[in-house]
């Protein structure tokens, strides 16, 4: 069965602050692993997907990275409006995404 | 980028009441669609997946009479919560997958509310 775990839970940065954050997971065949931000109260906005490791793929201040067991969305220089909660999932059979309980992230001034 | 857009966003009604919300995906023909619930604090659980002009597939646990999906056409998917009770009271979210490598786009969700 597949699994999915981020940490931490919460994490909160002052602006500038960089950090990362985990997606650590256990599949029997990766077809894709991918990384959403979701906004209180809105659906989840598409921001990566990762096929293989060793692949990063990077948009604005956000990079994601995979290995054989864990993603990292690494967060550069963060700003306040990057405050969200970031959502790791796996893509399974029929295209089915098996999601993370998420990172709620909160950036301060 | 890919827009789904989903309706309404708010519901709120009394027990017994059958609710009915539409997702639609503007700028490209979806193959299949996802319906999901969503918890505070929780993540996203996937409740059925519908594909075009077929009957939809309930993950475990579902109860398919009381959410009743249809898939009319490669841009819409409606969920019908039948006979609504408070226990149904959730954020209902909707994705849909066009083709190939694409991922699921979201609508924004609708809270629903069961007095």
């Known amino acids: 069965e597949d699994q999915v775990t981020q940490s931490p839970e919460a994490l909160r940065l002052q602006e500038g602050e960089s950090s990362s954050l985990n997606c650590s997971y256990t599949v029997s065949g990766l077809r894709g692993l991918f990384w959403y931000r979701q906004d209180p109260g809105k659906g989840p906005e598409f921001l990566f997907t990762?096929?293989?490791a060793g692949e990063e793929k990077e948009k604005e201040r956000l990079k994601a990275t995979l290995t054989k067991k864990e993603s990292f969305l690494h967060i550069t220089a963060p700003k306040p409006e990057d405050s969200a909660t970031y959502l790791c999932?796996?893509?399974?059979?029929?295209?089915?995404?098996?999601f993370g309980t998420g990172t709620q992230l909160k950036v301060e001034l | 980028g890919a827009v789904v857009s989903q309706h309404p966003s708010r519901v709120i009604c009394k027990s017994g009441t059958s609710v009915k919300i539409e997702c639609r995906s503007l700028?490209?023909?979806?193959?299949?669609m996802f319906w999901y619930r969503q918890f505070p604090k929780q993540s996203l659980m996937l409740m059925a997946t519908s594909n075009e002009g077929s009957k939809a597939t309930y993950e475990q646990g579902v109860e398919k009479d009381k959410f009743l999906i249809n898939h009319a056409s490669l841009t819409l998917s409606t969920l019908t919560v039948a006979s609504a009770h408070p226990e149904d009271s959730s954020f209902y979210i909707c994705s849909a997958w066009g083709q190939g490598d694409q991922p699921q786009h979201f609508g924004d969700g609708t809270r629903l509310s069961i007095l």
């Open positions: 990762l096929y293989s």
């Open positions: 999932a796996l893509a399974g059979g029929g295209n089915k995404l098996t």
């Open positions: 700028d490209f023909q979806a193959t299949t």
